[in-house]
């Protein structure tokens, strides 16, 4: 292993790796995206000191591309006279309304009291970078009776937790973790846990057998973590094997060793040697999946290619990474002047394919052509910040009742995706000059008018209009549609004095029955011009 890491450390950096530099030596990590920034936390493991003296905080690492990375000062120290005084270990980030968990494990080293005692505790944090620790452990193995728990014991692990939402009860979240059961106390076992959604409250699951050694073949068990891809659960974790990552998959994530198929070694599957990759890890950032392992003096970073069945094989990630998709503002009106931003990473000479969707008033979606819209589907990247200017256009589904357009733009891969904009549609015009009688052009529009939609609708699915007014007046009543086209004409007569109601039955000029949906009613009379926004519903 050390001439491994030798030639290794030896090579020079490139690909999508995280390398943080001599002395450093990143082991177990987590990766999240937060507004369009990758961030990578670590163990950091000092080459150059002794282990009981290294390991004392987490790593900190930022991308907008994963080739790319700067290091951020490092997060979680060790606390003197603490439960987390000597290791802080194994990070996990959550994300859960907006706020971030990171759970780790803590450790302390105190001769005649502790051997390398753990327990998992966690900070929280809105923005990734400022950590409100939690005084206490969340979690330890007294709180798991089936465990081996003596501080004094150097078996008494209790490590690595891995947090995930629970697919089967929205609001729950899932604990795995690695320990040592006491019905085999020398070889180790993923355990489980669960919470109501309090993150900081944990109950027991019992272990997950499949990961003992009577079907690893391995006493080790180390850096669980699972997702799901295409219906079948994916629990990979490593091991002190010759090929050290391993896996197995099943329909359930807390099923009984029945239900789990037992994968073995990740080489096997991939064709190639994984001897020096250990504390793997996934991510899914839109419809792409990124796989990674540390390795000697770094982290590397691959996207997954899933094949036919369970199998998938690793390649590169893109050199050209869309960070963000967005507006000028997210409300306009049909006509107005908006600017679509793109910002990329690595674009130089690249191009992104954008999509769209309405977004229906029961919350579904439908896809939009955006060419139809006026918009690219496919935009060449000129600069970090790419800009597209748009005369928004308002158009609604047919069945959508709210006259607006909800319009959501992002990358075909759904790794970028804009704010929700909403479309809102444009006036009518102003009726042509042969609509109007002759006599009421030219006139001051005055008062004395009440001029509203009736709250029932009329019978035979239509509406009707409440017309009130001073004294007698000419007066033409029309139904335009939210393109601005006369529909049908309710009066072109004198009205009398008082309230008059004008019915409508929900059809055109023709007799034809009109689709569903907003419609605009003017009335002109020689001393006033008003318009009212009417619903026609079936």
Known sequence: ?????????????????????????????????????YHLFYIRHNLNLPDDSTEADLGHAVSADLWHWSQLPPVIPTRPGAWDRTHIWSPHVAEQDGVFFLFYTGVIGLPGSYSTYQRIGVATSTDLMQWNRVDLPVYSCPDVPWTVCDSLLPVTAFRDPFVMRDPAHPGSWLMYYSTYPASDSTGMVVGMASSGGDLTQWSDLGPLWITNRAYTYSAVVESPHLFSHAGLWYLFYTTNAGQPITFSTGPDPVGPVSSWTYRGRLSTMLGYDTQAWIASEQLRDGLVDYFGYAIADRIDIKRMVWGADWRFSLTQPDFMHVRKVGWSRTHAGHGDTLVLSVVAASWNGSFTVLEGLRLRSDGSQVPVDLARLGLPAYLPLTADTTRFTWVARCEPEPTDTSGTMKLLVRTRDQTAIAPLLTVDPAPPPEPPAEDAPPELEDRIRGGGILFRALPTAFPGAGRAMLVQLERSAPSRLDVFDLQGRRVRNLVDRELPAGATVVPWDGRDAGGAALMPGVYLVRLVTPGAQRTVRLVLVR
């Open 1 to 37: 292993m050390a001439l491994l890491l030798a030639v290794v450390l030896a090579l020079p950096a490139s690909a999508a790796w995280m390398v943080p530099g001599m002395p450093w030596r990143p082991k177990d990590f987590s990766l999240i995206k937060h507004d369009g920034l």
